[in-house]
Each structure stands twice: as C-alpha cells, then as structure tokens.
C-alpha cells in the first residue's frame, strides 16, 4: 500500500524549497520513499544468515550495484564532496525504493506493480487536467512550455512522464468482454495522447515514434516491416528535398523558442543547430559536459556537481542568449506560494540560485560526474536490459518495460530526468520487471498473472483422488 501510495502521488508531489537548510524536497512523496528505502533495507537484513545472500543473482542487478557502487567511491574524490553526498544519498534512496522494492514485490505477483502504475495512470490525468485548463485552446510552445508546473517543472519533463503512462495503456490487456471498460480506456488513451502532443516536447515526439517502431518490428510480419520502412523513408526524404520550409530550416531558419512557434516550426526546428536556441544551448552544455571529462576522465567531478562546475568550461562561441554565466544570486528567485518567508515554491521552477542547470543528457552528465567508468557502467547496464527485455518480450509487462527503457534511453540523449522521483519510479521500475527476465532464481511466469499456487486436495483417507491420467495428484483447476 505504501509503494502505491508512492506511486499515486508522485505526479502531484510538488517541490518545495526550504531555504534554512539549502534543500528543495518532492513534498509528499520524497518523505515516503524515505520511509520506503528504509523499510526495504530492514527487510533485506531480516533471516539473512549470510552476507553473500544479499548479492545479485543476474547480470542486471550485477550492472546496477557495481554502478551504484561506482558512483559512492566518486563522492570521496568529488570536487564538492557534501553536494555529492546528497546526490548519492536521493539516488541510493530511489534505487532500494524503485528497484529493489520493486523487485520484490513482483516476487509475489504482478498485481501490487500494476496497482501501483494505474495509481500513477489516475495521478498523471489530475495534472492532464490541469495542464487542459491552464493551456485553454491556446496551443504554442510559449502557452505549453511551463503549463505544468507545479507539479512538473516543464513541458519536457511532462512529456517524458506522457510517454511511460502512454506505453504502459497501450500494452495492458483489458479483456474483450469488459465493453465499458475498453471505451474508458480508449478515453485515457486518447486523452493522454493529446497530451503528448500538445506538450510541445520535440524529444518526447520522437521517443515515442521510436518506441512504435521498434515495437512494429516484432508485431508485423518482416516483410511489411521492411516494404513499410523503406516507403516512409522514400517518403520523408522526397518531402525534406521538396518542401522549401524544411530545406530553409535545414539551412537554420527557424526557432522553436520564438513567440506563437507552433507545431510546424517545432518540428522544422529539430534539425536546426544554427538558429534553434534550445538546440545551441544543448550542444553547449554537451561540449562543457565533454570537457569536464577531459580535465577529470576517471571519477569526473561528483554526482550532483555539473549544475555547479560547468559554468567554467563553458568557450564564448557556444553562448546563447539562454546560456548562464554565473551563479543564480538568491535575489532572482521568485516565489509561487510562501508557507513561511523561508518555506517556499519557487516560480521559476528551472532556476535555483547557485545552479547554472543541467547537461540535458543523461549520459554526458554521467559521463562529467562519475567519469568514463561511469558512463561504461550505464551503458553496459542499459544493453544488458534490452537484451533480456528482447528474449522475452512476449509477456504484456515485459514489452511495456523494455519500450519504456527503450524510449526513456532514446529521451535521455537530449534531456535528463533520474534525480526526479516522477520519473525514476518508472525508469528504476522498469528495469526490475527487465532483471526478473534475467534472474535465474525466479519463474518468470509469475510476472503477468498473480496465480495462485494449486492446494493438493485429499479424501479422508489420506490418499489423493486420481487426476485425469488415472494416477494421483491434484485436482486440475
């Protein structure tokens, strides 16, 4: 019940600054995946005669503790040892919850998890709601971008959130004879379908594509697949060298951040590295990412640092007007809602001061705080996931968790999400449904359906009633 309380209110958690101590908390949820974590680690310890009880038993999990690992023996090296203390202390926190918790609760059947997603399904569609109400039938970038705030801190975020909830309805099974509960969930497809696209988030557009794509390939016949494939591409590319506003924004014609950009310009813009300002930005803080690796390769700075260190590896031809020179002053943050003068939410929720923001990668915001062996580790750790995802894609769970991996992964490369507790319960979610695919100790069976084992079923004599071969045994259910 806690997970699925968890779960539920994660995507109305708000977070709320506490200026005394310096720290911003995901209010109610981190306070419970708290709790969670600590909860889970009593459990862990609890009949273990032995330590060696306690290690991983697949590859997976074998991956996801030398990575965890890895990243607490960088906290001693980091170049703000306190700020990545708490970094690793909130990943640590979400990896027992999400993963390990996770896992054991598929151990007794799939029905705790699936609770526990449609609690995150029902607390998504309060903030679609919200989001509806706040955009109204004004539908650009500039009315969309933060629609979802508080809950969310941007459109990007939201979509990303937009994509697991929209993958996961599309790959559960409603039974053909509920016929009021299919057209209700047609409904929440639809609605959450429109959410996505009017969220204005190009690399959520594109994560989703892809995560069709690949769930095509093993859907349709090969044939179909190929003939499909390359008629699109024909398709696309005949359309790119004729249409002139494609070929213009090839050439860098267009920006997604200029006021009224709509649908057209924000898909022109995703080609544009010239003009586009959130796209220059990115490639930004990426060679800062990259340069970061190259002054410390091995443990780089710290988890938790790039929002801090970068800002010095930043050349004067990469700037933008969106780039950040220096530190937020405290006298820059606005204030959405006060509890107190010093408890607050703040209004500008992309600004902290003394943050310059993040990599917009996950992999390169890796690859600066834990350094090559880090990013090694991720990677190992994803390709180790979408292989057993892949042997064993026939189950509905399985094909949800392997397209949400393979669609967050595809996200990650131009935006990062994990240190938000809205979506590292479903990125960390998915890969325990993936690592029980892999783990040797484990039926996987027992993923989809919560099946009760069969009670032998004896007569008074103390010998059991023949089955249908004549010999004895339990009855057939």
């Known amino acids: 019940m806690l997970m699925v309380l968890i779960f539920g209110l994660a995507p109305i958690s708000v977070k709320i600054f506490f200026a005394g101590i310096g720290t911003e908390v995901v209010v109610p949820v981190e306070p419970l995946i708290g709790i969670a974590a600590s909860i889970v680690v009593i459990t862990l310890f609890q009949g273990v005669a032995r330590y060696q009880d306690l290690l991983p038993r697949d590859p997976i999990s074998w991956c996801v503790f030398c990575t965890w690992m890895w990243m607490v023996l960088c906290v001693p090296m980091s170049s703000m040892p306190m700020v990545s203390a708490k970094a690793s202390v909130v990943r640590t926190c979400y990896l027992l919850v999400f993963y390990v918790g996770v896992r054991r609760m598929l151990e007794q059947g799939y029905g705790h998890l699936h609770r526990a997603m449609w609690a995150y399904v029902a607390g998504f569609g309060l903030v679609m709601i919200h989001v509806f109400l706040r955009v109204g039938g004004t539908l650009t970038r500039s009315a969309t971008s933060f629609a979802p705030f508080p809950f969310y801190n941007d459109h990007t975020i939201y979509a990303a959130a937009a994509v697991f909830v929209l993958l996961f309805l599309l790959t559960v099974r409603i039974p053909r004879s509920r016929a009021l509960m ?28 892809g995560a069709l794509v690949v769930w095509s390939l093993w859907s349709m016949p090969r044939v179909v697949t190929y003939v499909g494939g390359a008629l699109g591409v ?15 924004a090839l050439h860098g014609t267009v920006d997604s951040y200029s006021p009224g950009a709509g649908f057209g310009v924000s898909l022109r813009s995703m080609t544009d590295v010239s003009m586009d300002s959130s796209n220059r930005e990115r490639l ?14 091995v443990a780089g700075f710290g988890p938790g640092t790039f929002q801090f260190r970068y800002l010095e590896y930043q050349r004067p031809e990469d700037r933008t007007y969106l780039t950040v020179d220096s530190l937020i002053p405290k006298h820059l943050v606005t204030r959405a809602w006060s509890a107190t003068p010093h408890i607050y939410v703040r209004a500008n929720p992309q600004v902290l001061f003394s943050s310059g923001g993040t990599a917009h990668s996950e992999y390169l915001l890796v690859l600066a705080e834990s350094g090559w062996p880090g990013l090694m580790l991720q990677l190992a750790t994803l390709g180790f996931v979408v292989f057993a ?4 894609r026939g189950s509905a769970l399985v ?37 029980m695919t892999a783990d040797p100790g484990i039926r996987f069976k027992a993923l989809d359906v919560a099946r009760p084992k069969p009670v032998p ?12 071969s004549g010999r004895g045994g339990a009855h057939p259910r």
């Open 182 to 209: 299919r057209m209700g969930w047609m409904l929440v497809v639809g609605l959450v379908l429109i959410a996505l696209i009017t969220s204005f988030s190009r690399a959520g557009w594109l994560s989703m594509a």
């Open 234 to 248: 024909l398709l696309i590319t005949a359309f790119l060298i004729q249409d002139d506003r494609w070929r213009s």
């Open 284 to 297: 930004n803080r990426w060679r800062s990412a990259l340069r970061m690796a190259d002054a410390r390769p």
């Open 389 to 392: 995802g892949w042997r064993a």
């Open 399 to 435: 094909r949800y968790a392997l397209l949400a991996v393979l669609a967050y992964a595809a996200h990650g490369m131009v935006n990062n999400f994990l240190d938000d507790p809205k979506i590292a319960a479903l990125y960390f979610s998915a890969f325990a449904i993936l690592s």
């Open 457 to 468: 079923t004896h007569d008074h004599s103390g010998t059991t009633p023949p089955g249908p």
